[in-house]
C-alpha cells in the first residue's frame, strides 16, 4: 500500500489531479503497465520488452504523481513535457497513455500494425500524448532542450522530463545536449537516465562502459540524484528534489533492472528486443497477476 | 556596374527585419554566426539566440523542440554541416516529426573557394530532397534571399535554404515576387530552355545572351524552390522548346538535374544535358576559377544548350 505521503506536486484544475485520486494505488498501476506491456508485445510477435518494463515504475510515478497534463487536450500549452528519448520503450508509453485516457485500451492491440496510430517506435504525429519522434537514439535530450528553453522564453511554468536510456549515453548527441542545458542554464528540464545496464547486445560495461556515469553528468554541470528506480519513494523524492534545482538541469540516474517484473525476462539480453512467445505471455502474466 | 549582393548578409539582415515583427522568431547557429551571418540578430535579439556550439546535432534537436513548443527557429550553420553532420537529426527529429525547422545553410558548393573540398557541399541538395515534406529552395540572388526567407517563416512546416558564400548580381528588381513551388522565366525563348537554380542563374542569362548573338533562342527558367518542383513549369519548357539543359553548382546525382530528368522522362521526353558537377570533390581554388575547372560557366551551358538542340528529333 502507499503511504500517505504521496501528493501530485501541482494541483491545477483541470490536470491530471483530478482525473487521478492521490489515493491510486501506484504499484497496482505498474502492474497494469507490465501486463499491458507483455501484452501488447506479445500479440505484435515483435517489440522490445525489456526497455519498456524497466521504466515502469519512473513513468507511472511521472504520470500519476509529477507531471501535470489534460488526457483530453494532449496539445494543452501549459502541460508539462514527457520526453521518451529511448523510442523503442514506446509500449510503456502507450500503456501509460491508455492508462490516462489518452486513447482506447483497444488500442494496444493494435501495436505495430500497418496504419495503427502506436508505431513501432513512438511517433509524434499519429499518437495523442507522443511529444517527440524517436526511435534513433540520442536525440530526445536535444529535443527537450528546445522544450525547456521555449517554455523559459514564454515566461511558462511547465516542466520537462525526457526519458533516456544508458546505451543511448554511447551517442555524442546526448552529450552536446547535456553540455547545452548547463550552459543554458535550464534548470526546468529533468532527465532520467533507465540505467538498466543492458543495451541491444550485451551489458553496457562489455560494450561500451559508461561509468562513473555520476561523475560524467556532474562534471557537464547536472545536478545528479541517483535513485532505485523500482521505487517509488526514492523516485519521488527526487522529482521533488530536482525541480527545487536552480540554474543547472538535474539528472535522475535511476538503476533499474531490464526485463523487470518478469523472472525469464530480468536481466536478459535476449528481451532487449525480442517479444515473448504465447506460452512466455501466459507464464509473465501470471507472474504479475 | 552591376549591384551586387551578398545573400548570408541579406539573410542576417532579414532575420533582424523579422525578429521584430515576430516574436516567435528565434535563431540557432553552431559557431559559424559571423559567416552565417546570424550575428545581426544575436546582437539585437540575444535572448532569442541561442550558440550551441560546434555541435550541429544539438542544434538541430533543440530547434525541433522550439518548434513543437510554438517557436519558429532558424537553424545555420554552413552547408557541408547541415545536412552532412545532421542528417539522422534532421529526418527523425524534424521532417519524419513534421515540425516547423527552417534550416538555412551558407557557404554551398565550389564558390566557397579556397577553403577547398571539405566545405564544398556538393551533395546537400540531394540528401534535402530525398525527405518526405521538407521544402528545399536555393535562391539565386540577394532579393530572391530575403524573400524566400520570409516566404519559409510563413509557410507551416520544416524548409531548408541553400545559400553560397560570394556577392552575387542583383538580378531582380525590387517588385519581384517568389512563390515557394514556383518557376520564373527569366528569358523567353523556343529552341530549348535552361534550368537553372541559385548561382548559375547568372549564368544561363549570360548563356542565353551569347546564344541569341547566335540565332538561338533559349529560355531561361530560375528554378528557386527543388522541392516541391514546379512540374508544369517543366512540362510546359520540355513541350514548347524541345530540349532542356539544367544548371547547378551541386553533383548531377540527386540535385536539379536529377529532378527535372524524372519529370520529363515521365510527363515529356526531350533530350537533356547537365551542367552540373561530374562525380567529384571540388579543390581550393578562386571561386571563378572552380566555376570554371568545373564546367560551371555561362559557356558551359551554351555548349550545352548546342548539344540537346543538335539531339532534338
Given at each position: ?9 501541482i ?5 491530471k ?11 497496482e498501476?505498474?502492474?497494469?503497465l ?8 506479445g500479440?505484435?510477435g ?29 496539445d ?8 521518451l ?10 500503456a501509460?497513455?491508455?492508462?490516462c ?5 483497444s ?23 507522443v511529444?517527440?519522434s ?11 532542450v ?17 526519458l ?7 551517442e ?6 547535456a ?7 535550464v ?6 537516465v ?21 561523475r ?7 545536478r545528479?540524484?541517483e ?10 523524492d527526487a ?5 527545487k ?21 530480468e536481466?536478459?539480453?535476449d ?11 501466459e ?6 497477476a | ?11 542576417g ?7 521584430r ?9 553552431a ?8 550575428r545581426?540578430?544575436?546582437?539585437e535579439?540575444?535572448e532569442?539566440f ?7 546535432q544539438n542544434m ?17 550553420t ?6 552532412g ?13 513534421k515540425?516547423n ?11 566557397v ?28 540572388d ?7 526567407i520570409r ?18 548580381p542583383?538580378?531582380?528588381?525590387s517588385v519581384y ?19 537553372a537554380c541559385?548561382?548559375?542563374v547568372?549564368?544561363a542569362?549570360e548563356?542565353?545572351?551569347?546564344l541569341?548573338?547566335?540565332?538561338v533562342s533559349c529560355?531561361?527558367?530560375?528554378m ?9 513549369a517543366?512540362?510546359?519548357?520540355a513541350?514548347e522548346?524541345?530540349?532542356?539543359v539544367?544548371?547547378?553548382e ?11 530528368s ?15 558537377i ?5 579543390q581550393?581554388g578562386?571561386?571563378?576559377e ?7 560557366t555561362a ?15
Amino acid at each position: 500500500m502507499l503511504s500517505d505521503s504521496y501528493h501530485p506536486l501541482i494541483e491545477t484544475p483541470g490536470d491530471k489531479a483530478s482525473v487521478f485520486s492521490s489515493g491510486d494505488d501506484l504499484k497496482e498501476v505498474a502492474k497494469r503497465l507490465r501486463r499491458d506491456i507483455i501484452t501488447m508485445i506479445g500479440k505484435a510477435g515483435s517489440g522490445h520488452p525489456g526497455g519498456s518494463l524497466s521504466a515502469v515504475e519512473i513513468i507511472t510515478t511521472l504520470y500519476f504523481r509529477i507531471m501535470r497534463f489534460k488526457p483530453a487536450d494532449p496539445d494543452w500549452k501549459d502541460r508539462d513535457r514527457f520526453i521518451l528519448s529511448k523510442g523503442h520503450a514506446a509500449p510503456v508509453l502507450y500503456a501509460v497513455l491508455t492508462e490516462c485516457g489518452y486513447f482506447p485500451r483497444s488500442e494496444l492491440s493494435t501495436l505495430r500494425q500497418l496504419d495503427s496510430h502506436l508505431q513501432g517506435h513512438a511517433d509524434r504525429t499519429v499518437t495523442h500524448g507522443v511529444e517527440m519522434s524517436s526511435g534513433s537514439l540520442g536525440q530526445g535530450l536535444s529535443f527537450a532542450v528546445g522544450c525547456a528553453l521555449a517554455g523559459r522564453l514564454n515566461s511558462q511554468d511547465y516542466r520537462v522530463y525526457a526519458l533516456l536510456s544508458d546505451g543511448e549515453c554511447d551517442e555524442g548527441q546526448t552529450w552536446e545536449a547535456a553540455m547545452s542545458a548547463a550552459n543554458f542554464k535550464v534548470d526546468n528540464l529533468t532527465a532520467i537516465v533507465d540505467k538498466n545496464r543492458i543495451q541491444l547486445s550485451g551489458f553496457t560495461k562489455d560494450i561500451m562502459d559508461l561509468d562513473p556515469m555520476n561523475r560524467k553528468w556532474a562534471a557537464f554541470g547536472w545536478r545528479v540524484f541517483e535513485v532505485d528506480g523500482h521505487s517509488f519513494e526514492e523516485l519521488f523524492d527526487a522529482f521533488g528534489k530536482a525541480r527545487k534545482v536552480k540554474g543547472k538541469p538535474a539528472v535522475i540516474i535511476a538503476h533499474t533492472v531490464k526485463g523487470k517484473g518478469v523472472s525469464f525476462m530480468e536481466n536478459n539480453v535476449d528481451f532487449h528486443g525480442k517479444a515473448p512467445s504465447a506460452e512466455q505471455v501466459e507464464q509473465a502474466l501470471k507472474e504479475l497477476a | 556596374m552591376t549591384e551586387e549582393l551578398a545573400p548570408r548578409e541579406v539573410y542576417g539582415r532579414t532575420l533582424v527585419e523579422m525578429g521584430r515583427e515576430n516574436p516567435d522568431i528565434v535563431v540557432l547557429d553552431a559557431d559559424l554566426k559571423p559567416s552565417t551571418m546570424t550575428r545581426y540578430f544575436e546582437k539585437e535579439f540575444p535572448e532569442r539566440f541561442f550558440e550551441v556550439g560546434i555541435a550541429e546535432q544539438n542544434m538541430i534537436g533543440i530547434a525541433s523542440g522550439l518548434a513543437a513548443s510554438g517557436k519558429i527557429p532558424f537553424a545555420s550553420t554552413f552547408a557541408v554541416f547541415a545536412p552532412g553532420r545532421c542528417f539522422d537529426q534532421i529526418r527523425v527529429s524534424v521532417a519524419q516529426a513534421k515540425l516547423n525547422v527552417k534550416i538555412v545553410v551558407t557557404h554551398a558548393g565550389v564558390t566557397v573557394g579556397e577553403d577547398g573540398a571539405s566545405h564544398q557541399a556538393l551533395e546537400d541538395l540531394a540528401l534535402m530532397c530525398s525527405l518526405p515534406g521538407f521544402t528545399v529552395i536555393v535562391p539565386a540572388d540577394g532579393i530572391e534571399t530575403a524573400q524566400a526567407i520570409r516566404a519559409v517563416a510563413a509557410h507551416n512546416g520544416p524548409c531548408y535554404v541553400r545559400l553560397c558564400r560570394p556577392r552575387l548580381p542583383v538580378i531582380f528588381d525590387s517588385v519581384y515576387r517568389f512563390q515557394i513551388g514556383k518557376a520564373v522565366e527569366m528569358r523567353s525563348g523556343t529552341n530549348a530552355t535552361v534550368i537553372a537554380c541559385g548561382v548559375l542563374v547568372a549564368s544561363a542569362l549570360e548563356a542565353a545572351e551569347q546564344l541569341a548573338r547566335d540565332g538561338v533562342s533559349c529560355r531561361v527558367l530560375n528554378m528557386p524552390t527543388l522541392k516541391p518542383i514546379d512540374e508544369a513549369a517543366i512540362v510546359k519548357a520540355a513541350a514548347e522548346t524541345g530540349a532542356i539543359v539544367t544548371a547547378e553548382e551541386h553533383q548531377e546525382a540527386g540535385g536539379l538535374g536529377s529532378i527535372v530528368s524524372r519529370i520529363t522522362a515521365s510527363r515529356q521526353p526531350v533530350p537533356m544535358e547537365f551542367v552540373a558537377i561530374k562525380d567529384v570533390f571540388g579543390q581550393s581554388g578562386k571561386p571563378a576559377e572552380l566555376l570554371e575547372r568545373y564546367g560551371l560557366t555561362a559557356k558551359d551551358i551554351a555548349l550545352a544548350v548546342r548539344e540537346t538542340i543538335k539531339r532534338k528529333a
